[in-house]
T-cell receptor
Framework: GESVGLHLPTLSVQEGDNSIINCAYSNSASDYFIWYKQESGKGPQFIIDIRSNMDKRQGQRVTVLLNKTVKHLSLQIAATQPGDSAVYFCAEPLGGYQKVTFGTGTKLQVIP | ETGVTQTPRHLVMGMTNKKSLKCEQHLGHNAMYWYKQSAKKPLELMFVYSLEERVENNSVPSRFSPECPNSSHLFLHLHTLQPEDSALYLC?????????????FGNGTRLTVT
């Protein structure tokens, strides 16, 4: 069936390095994708989104890349900081009223 | 502050108890959601309310009963739960008339059923 999934469950990165978190999706009709960050003890927090008419979108220290040819999404975090340690989810609304499908998440660990 | 407030933050209840989870959003959104987050599983959509009407019931057992009295408040009434219902219950809101828009989550209620 259609699914949103993440390649790596855990990613360890040295402080100051760049982080790349990947996500694969299988619904070719998807036209909107969202990245969320969930810190321990908190709910998911919106980071950045991208629509299918774009292949790149930048925010503050974060960049999302969309490759529709291979149905791949990535989140790049520049100069990773300890505060970036969290679980990151990509999400995909699969219909009206936000039937958002989430992957299991990638845990980012920042090594000081 | 997330703009979405959930109470209580933690709840321990027995299988015969009745309790309610509360969610309030201060963002002026017109849609609200309940999600369940269990360990090592993706977030599971439970219910969706749009303009105070339930528009999605994602095959949730009847021991979970949602209520949306107005566009700012959402409740999840719990009764005769099972231990496997122990999880983090997340409330979220969004603004639907803007087309695709991100969800704004609360910090959840950690539920333990004993």
């Amino acid at each position: 069936g259609e699914s949103v999934g993440l390649h790596l469950p855990t990613l360890s990165v040295q402080e100051g390095d760049n982080s790349i978190i990947n996500c694969a999706y299988s619904n070719s009709a998807s036209d909107y994708f969202i990245w969320y960050k969930q810190e321990s003890g908190k709910g998911p927090q919106f980071i950045i989104d991208i629509r299918s008419n774009m292949d790149k979108r930048q925010g503050q220290r974060v960049t999302v890349l969309l490759n529709k040819t291979v149905k791949h999404l990535s989140l790049q975090i520049a100069a990773t900081q300890p505060g970036d340690s969290a679980v990151y989810f990509c999400a995909e609304p699969l219909g009206g009223y936000q039937k958002v499908t989430f992957g299991t998440g990638t845990k980012l660990q920042v090594i000081p | 502050e997330t703009g979405v407030t959930q109470t209580p933050r933690h709840l321990v209840m027995g299988m015969t108890n009745k309790k309610s989870l509360k969610c309030e959003q201060h963002l002026g959104h017109n849609a609200m959601y309940w999600y369940k987050q269990s360990a090592k599983k993706p977030l599971e959509l439970m219910f969706v309310y749009s303009l105070e009407e339930r528009v999605e019931n994602n095959s949730v057992p009847s021991r979970f009963s949602p209520e949306c009295p107005n566009s700012s408040h959402l409740f999840l009434h719990l009764h005769t739960l099972q231990p496997e219902d122990s999880a983090l219950y997340l409330c979220a809101s969004s603004q639907e008339d803007r087309g695709n828009s991100p969800l704004h989550f609360g910090n959840g209620t950690r539920l333990t059923v004993t």
